[in-house]
């Protein structure tokens, strides 16, 4: 019986920063190179020509998300050197911060659903109470796994996606009835 294997999968989601705010131009470079990318992004004001014009911009400035393989993002990187990795520490050796692909997934499901309802909360703010984890069955965001604060003063709850080290989204609130209750980890 022959067996066979499978090629090892090489494309991953890495969290990156294009310094200065040039994440719109890493990004249309990455492009130009066939390689996929993920911005979070709001509408916001900008001056053009002179006059205030509602548009898409980054909802957190400098970050960008790529998709792709270590090699040929290192080749990429020598051609554009205002794009760097996030790194994590791994005992004393930095790492490049690799997005799990179903986390990723979510992420983008809820920042591209929420679109201006989204909160970003940065890394390290607590100011939400941790509850528990949720999947939400049904609707935009079927599937999405995440885990459920109470909103401020309010009855509202809404679902946190959180990105270990990087950034949390919290939704719009979400309808109770259309939740699963997790065992946490």
């Avoid at 004393?92 to 799990?100: C, L, N, R, T």
């Avoid at 999947?135 to 509202?156: A, N």
């Amino acid at each position: 019986m022959e067996q066979t294997l499978s090629a090892p999968r090489t494309e991953e989601w890495y969290a990156m920063r294009a310094t200065y705010r040039r994440e719109l131009q890493a990004q249309s470079l990455l492009k130009e190179a066939g390689i996929r990318s993920y911005i979070p992004m709001r509408t916001g004001e900008r001056t053009v020509n002179g006059r205030r014009r509602r548009m898409q911009v980054p909802a957190v400035h400098n970050l960008i998300f790529v998709y792709a393989a270590r090699e040929a993002l290192q080749r990429i990187k020598e051609r554009v050197t205002f794009l760097q990795y996030m790194m994590d520490r791994n005992g004393s050796k930095a790492v490049p911060i690799i997005v799990p692909d179903k986390a990723m997934e979510d992420f983008m499901r809820v920042v591209d659903d929420g679109g201006d309802t989204v909160d970003y909360l940065p890394v390290g703010d607590r100011n939400f109470t941790e509850g528990m984890k949720v999947r939400v069955h049904g609707g935009p965001l079927d599937g999405v796994e995440g885990i459920l604060v109470k909103s401020g003063k309010s009855k509202d709850r809404k679902l946190v996606v959180s990105l270990s080290g990087i950034l949390s989204v919290a939704t719009a609130s979400v309808n109770p009835d259309s939740l699963e209750i997790l065992e946490n980890d």
